[in-house]
């Protein structure tokens, strides 16, 4: 991995977290009603599930306001995704280019690796 590829990792990370942040934004258009009848199919590389919203957001007309549990909860996963997947990208980088004990010797490396690997194994 090159200096340009972490870099290029990182802004993606950081992309990651504001769609996740503006989307919340948009919560509060999306039709609640139509949202609440239909059963939604998501794709992703792995697999394709299909779920009946209507159990998550009920009568729910404001996320914000109805649901603000579901609002905090969205965004502190946000931020555990965004530090894990950061730590896991610069600690790779550190591997390969032959740094590792320069990042093992921060004083934050070790409090950061516990962190990451326990928000992969409470939420992964």
Known sequence: MTKQELLN?????RGNLLLGNIL?????????E???TMPHE??????ISQ????SVFGK????????PTIVEEFQQ???????AESFEVLE???LQSSQIEKIRAVPWYWFSKNSAQYSFTQTG
């Open 60 to 67: 729910t007309k404001s996320l914000l306001v109805d649901q």
């Open 9 to 13: 990792a990182l802004h993606h990370i």
């Open 42 to 47: 998501v794709h992703s590389p792995y697999q």
């Open 24 to 32: 919340l934004g948009f919560s509060e258009s999306i039709d609640r």
């Open 77 to 83: 996963m946000l931020g555990r995704a965004s530090m």
């Open 92 to 94: 790779n980088y550190c």
């Open 34 to 36: 139509l949202l609440g």
């Open 51 to 54: 779920t009946d919203l209507k």
